[in-house]
């Protein structure tokens, strides 16, 4: 769901993009498209936004115009009085004597009476009810492997072996070469013999199988572990890593790769049942917007999106684009129905009277995904023209290289070194440093 946040312009890049942090805070930072802001905007800037706070981070969808500061010319000047102070003091009347809130009400027909002072026309709203919730799933589990299997292979290899079993599990056949080009070159420089690469990347080449089974069998247990609950993207993964011809031929995964292909086609029926019924939900209680997201985001590629679910999305999308509909949700609206299957079928009956600027850059943008919706701003759609994808704002990072999640610069999310592989590092033998 989206919130508006007061955000503050930190720096101005290149390509167009803006960096920002919350306003008067460190955190939470991130990067917005230079498209939403107006021309004026300039480092330091404190604006209003509306914001879309989901697992990828938070996105800025708009800027929201405030109210001006009006500063008074006219200011009241406090006189002193020549009268004597006189305090006023108030004694309350004992807890039990006090009336209650019943004994307060007048009878009806004196004057003032009624739901509210002033007249008998005016009407007694009734309390707010807002609109119902959305059942919240269990958030998906990310897989974790364990370290049995590979600390099995290590601990039957030679001392010798070892370390270079450690490199390729670290990088491969390229970590090893480079290694030993790096160990090389330090001996050189001391005037000692270098040692002979051809020998050690054979040696890594020979061990290289049985180390990427040991590394695909501690990823299958815990997929198995948590089959049930584990990221489907992350139990995708490994069921097709289990197709590598090194990991298929070893007799030990054949079992494991039939149970996680079982597990990978039941999840996938469980999940897209579970997406259908979601997004009927949310058309159910009016979240237009977050169905069109949930329909972006199929669990099961390929899949044929219901036709009739389609058709009540697409009606409600383009009902939701009324004419005195705050720039904010036509911006919202476009966003999450540009990247849905309905984008075909939205419609729009008039635009507003008057196009804010950031109304129009988001039409510019969205436009080969919806030239029905960009036609009516008049924006023409260049044949040939890419088609846009969703606005995701980059991970901050921090001081040390590494996101917020741990991963290093350019790494994958959650990867981290373990204390293994720092311990790798350290090695002082000229056979230990490969």
Known sequence: MSRRIEIELTSSRPNG???WRAAGAREPKGVLEGSVLSGGAKVGDVLKVEADFDIDGISILSIVAGKERVEKS???ELLASEKPFKPVIETKAPR???????????PRGEKGDGPAAGGDDRKRRGPFTPPPELPQRPKAKRLKPGRAHRSEILGALPEAQRAIAERVLQGGIPAVRAAVA???????AEGKEVI?????VTMAENLLPKLRVAEWLDRADAAVADIDSLDLRDLRSVVTSGDDPAIARDESTRAVAAKLR???AAR???DHAEWLSDIDAALGVGRVVRALKLSSQPPKAGARFPAELATRLAAAASAALEVDA???RWVAMLEAAAFSPVRSQLNAAAIPAVVAPELLACVTRLAPAVPQIAAKFGVQVAPGAAMPRPLRPARPIDKKGADKKGAPRGGRPGQRRSNNQDSQSKTKASTENV
């Open 196 to 200: 002979p690469a051809d020998g050690l």
């Open 262 to 264: 079982e597990g990978l």
């Open 96 to 106: 039990s004597e006090r009336p209650r809130r019943d004994d307060k009400r007048r």
């Open 74 to 76: 006219n200011r009241l």
């Open 268 to 270: 996938q029926e469980k």
């Open 326 to 328: 705050p720039t904010d």
């Open 182 to 188: 790096d160990q090389n070159k330090v001996l050189a």
């Open 17 to 19: 993009t803006w960096t």
